[in-house]
């Protein structure tokens, strides 16, 4: 794709590296979490517990970003759970949440 900004062209490139998409899941992950504390009812300053289990397509992101994830979401603790379901959501992403 190229973009022209006064008169000048500029090229951008459009393509989905897997870095990009391991980001973007991540994010996803985030926001999923964090969706999931307000539907529990959780405080926003609550500390919680996490369990999760994902589809393998996305359990990579999680795991490196496993500390990123835990600060954003306020989890003291972060741990794949293999006997949760995985979800039929984008992700495949299930989370168990408890207060800690």
């Known amino acids: ?3 022209s900004h006064d008169g000048e062209s500029v090229a951008l490139d459009l393509a989905l590296t897997p870095a990009l998409i391991e980001a973007g899941n991540v994010r996803e992950v985030i926001r999923f979490i964090q969706e999931r504390r307000k539907s529990d009812g959780f405080e926003i300053s609550d500390r919680i517990k996490v369990r999760w ?3 393998q397509s996305v359990v990579s992101a999680i795991e490196s970003a496993r500390a990123h994830i835990s600060d954003e979401v306020l989890a ?3 741990e794949r759970d293999a006997t949760i379901s995985a ?3 984008e992700l495949g992403i299930e989370v168990v949440l408890v207060k800690a």
């Open 87 to 89: 979800s039929d959501n």
């Open 53 to 55: 289990n994902a589809d």
């Open 76 to 78: 003291l603790e972060f």
């Open 1 to 3: 794709m190229v973009a």
